[in-house]
């Protein structure tokens, strides 16, 4: 059975930082590309930030391009989220999701293509 687990969320001021980890079982984790998501309250979910299998390819969402930095060890199954600069509207839960499909560049964006989720943790941030 699958399972990933996010950790490391909470409240912190605008301009501080958190780190997100998120850790995965019951599957080869260096066959999946990885990617972070968040949904604001009232919002769909959005992408964040994604990591290739190797770790050598990254893309991040225009709004967290230079704040945020995603990365990935696969000898301890779990990948991070970074997160500095913090700004109220980061404020949202933010889940890990991975997907074992060698799809092209333009689907790693999209919510739908991933086949596993975690539950989520919540990130406040107070302005």
């Known amino acids: 059975?699958?399972?990933?687990?996010?950790t490391g969320g909470g409240?912190?001021?605008?301009?501080?930082s958190l780190r997100l980890s998120c850790a995965a079982s019951g599957l080869?984790?260096?066959?999946y590309r990885?990617?972070?998501f968040r949904q604001r309250l009232g919002k769909e979910r959005e992408f964040v930030a994604?990591?290739?299998?190797?770790?050598?390819?990254?893309?991040?969402?225009d709004s967290v391009k230079g704040r945020f930095t995603i990365s990935r060890d696969n000898t301890k199954n779990?990948?991070?989220?970074?997160?500095?600069n913090l700004k109220?509207?980061?404020t949202a839960v933010y889940f890990c999701a991975a997907d074992g499909d060698g799809?092209?560049?333009?689907?790693?964006?999209r919510t739908d293509q991933y086949d596993y989720w975690g539950q989520g943790t919540q990130v406040t941030v107070s302005s």
């Open 1 to 6: 059975q699958v399972q990933l687990l996010e």
């Open 11 to 16: 409240l912190v001021q605008a301009g501080g």
């Open 28 to 31: 080869t984790f260096s066959s």
């Open 34 to 36: 990885l990617g972070w």
């Open 50 to 61: 994604v990591i290739n299998q190797s770790g050598r390819v990254t893309y991040y969402a």
């Open 78 to 84: 779990t990948v991070t989220l970074q997160m500095n």
């Open 88 to 90: 109220a509207e980061d």
């Open 103 to 109: 799809r092209p560049v333009t689907y790693w964006f």
